[in-house]
């Protein structure tokens, strides 16, 4: 059976797998808990706690196989299921995502963009078209998409939720600053980025 | 002394700060916990045991008073402080940054932005004007700026990051996608949204 991973254990892998890339990308094969330890100024018996719980986490003598252990990081998460999604929002912070590439390396797939401004609609970013709106409820069930992040303006986000619940949507990673009154069996994330900085800044006034 | 509150209470603080401003915003004056439970879809009791925390939470015999509970988690959470800080990156991220009016609403001042291209420079953004990144440490000393929001591609984070730690600054809040090296007395805080996604994407496949 597998074995529940923690909110806290996930956010420290996915910061491993930022620092594995990194090292690929400078030719480095060999990476040891003290080092990543060091990026993070977290003890290095954590990080050796972490990666025990990946699987062929690559451990050699000198450390850890760069390439192995990005992989153990990246099944373990289940990266290698990817998710399409939808950007709901064609504004500033929905370009940003659709233009953050990342995203397909973590198995998130975004296919297209939507928003109601027709200067908006017909441009393609980063190889994904805008869509009017109300094309989302057909091309969602076309292209069985069941994930959107929402990108709208705070005035418009409740309206905006009720109409992907009722175009079928099942998850709605929420990026706007408000709560979203949804129906049971739609499950939301608020990327609650107050909250993020509230945290910061409560840490280091504290 | 100040009770020390944890991470996941000052997230679930600022989304119940969130629901007072729908409130407010609709012109309801009392709320339940019940109704802040149901819309998180968390327990009622979870609510009234981090409401408790709270000074002056603006309790009645039929719920809290909103403007009262409101004004007890800004308190609380020290918005009443405010923060200056520059953002660094004038790329589609660091202008939904500048644009997101709410940071001021939670004690965070953006003064300006900063960017190494041309065409950027000397536009205005949401009344902040972009300088080139050079002006940086001039601007930071004068305005007594230390913290900022990194929104640079991956590729030059780690460059910049030193650049910033030459100029005095002392809290960068990363969100590139990579893990910075910065020497001790410098705050990081990982804005880590692949390990977002990440989270949800484990909870709602699990």
């Not at 330890?37 to 025990?52: C, F, G």
Request: aromatic share 8%; charged share 20%; proline share 3%.
């Amino acid at each position: 059976m597998k074995e529940k991973i923690s909110d806290k254990t996930i956010n420290r892998l996915t910061l491993y797998h930022c620092i594995l890339n990194d090292f690929i990308e400078s030719n480095i094969n060999t990476i040891t808990s003290v080092q990543i330890a060091n990026l993070l100024k977290i003890d290095d018996s954590q990080v050796r706690k972490d990666i025990s719980l990946l699987q062929n986490s690559g451990k050699s003598r000198v450390g850890y196989c760069v390439a192995d252990l990005k992989k153990a990081i990246e099944t373990t998460l289940g990266f290698a299921h990817p998710k399409n999604a939808f950007i709901v929002g064609a504004g500033n912070l929905g370009l940003a995502l659709a233009k953050y590439d990342n995203f397909l390396n973590y198995g998130l797939n975004v296919l297209a963009l939507f928003d109601v401004d027709p200067l908006k609609v017909g441009v393609t970013i980063n190889k994904k078209e805008v869509y009017h709106i109300s094309k989302l409820p057909e091309l969602a069930k076309q292209m069985g998409v069941q994930m959107v992040l929402l990108t709208v303006p705070r005035s418009v986000a409740q309206k905006t939720a009720d109409f992907l619940v009722n175009s079928n949507i099942k998850y709605i990673w929420n990026f706007s600053p408000s709560v979203l009154d949804v129906p049971k069996g739609v499950e939301v994330w608020n990327e609650n980025l107050m909250g993020n900085f509230l945290h910061f800044s409560y840490k280091i006034s504290n």
